[in-house]
T-cell receptor
Framework: KAGVTQTPRYLIKTRGQQVTLSCSPI?????VSWYQQTPGQGLQFLFE???????NKGNFPGRFSGRQFSNSRSEMNVSTLELGDSALYLC?????????????FGQGTRLTVV | DQQVKQNSPSLSVQEGRISILNCDYT??????FLWYKKYPAEGPTFLIS?????DKNEDGRFTVFLNKSAKHLSLHIVPSQPGDSAVYFC????????????FGTGTRLTIIP
């Protein structure tokens, strides 16, 4: 069974640009969550999508957005990039709808903003 | 407001001995707790979890203990092996209709051969 796949693995962008990251969840998982990991802040929750709808949102500015497609694949977009957006972006998928389910993470996309 | 705290940024343990990683939480609504292991430049790997209705869960060398009254959980690894060297994150969740995980800041575990 394939794991969570994130593309691309590495990205370098310039301040002011926008970026789109992609995540393919484990087959059968309908919940996809996104997290930002930085050295200073640890792992911070961005948002969760379930059945193409955003179900939860963390405390990030509106420049961070996402969507989910009918096949559960998800994309995350960051517009008007700032230097502080440099981070490891992680996607997690879950078999939601049941109690006590764990989230499985992809390898992440390392975004560097210069 | 850090709702999940791991107060020890690092821990060194001799190979073969027990490693104990600690985690405290403040939100009494959390009812499911997970431990993840993370290597640099990789995503976290799920290790073990515990529901709030239990006080202990064991899986091989890994045991998680939950003390609800103290809002404290711990991960025990015994015996510790060199491959256990990694950063360990504690995470918590409110179970219903919600997959959002709140993470601690992590503890870097180093196993000394």
């Amino acid at each position: 069974k394939a794991g969570v796949t994130q593309t691309p693995r590495y990205l370098i962008k310039t301040r002011g640009q926008q970026v789109t990251l992609s995540c393919s969840p484990i087959s059968g998982h309908r919940s996809v969550s996104w997290y930002q990991q930085t050295p200073g802040q640890g792992l911070q929750f961005l948002f969760e999508y379930f059945s193409e709808t955003q179900r939860n949102k963390g405390n990030f500015p509106g420049r961070f957005s996402g969507r989910q497609f009918s096949n559960s694949r998800s994309e995350m977009n960051v517009s008007t990039l700032e230097l502080g957006d440099s981070a490891l972006y992680l996607c997690a998928s879950s078999l939601t709808g049941r109690l006590n389910t764990e989230a499985f993470f992809g390898q992440g996309t390392r975004l560097t903003v210069v | 407001d850090q709702q999940v705290k791991q107060n020890s940024p690092s821990l060194s343990v001799q190979e073969g001995r027990i490693s104990i990683l600690n985690c405290d939480y403040t939100n009494s609504m959390f009812d499911y707790f997970l431990w993840y292991k993370k290597y640099p430049a990789e995503g976290p790997t799920f290790l073990i979890s515990i529901s709030s209705i239990k006080d202990k869960n064991e899986d091989g060398r890994f045991t998680v203990f939950l003390n609800k009254s103290a809002k404290h959980l711990s991960l025990h690894i015994v015996p510790s092996q060199p491959g256990d060297s990694a950063v360990y994150f504690c995470a918590a969740r409110i179970n219903f209709g919600n997959e959002k995980l709140t993470f601690g800041t992590g503890t870097r575990l180093t196993i000394i051969p």
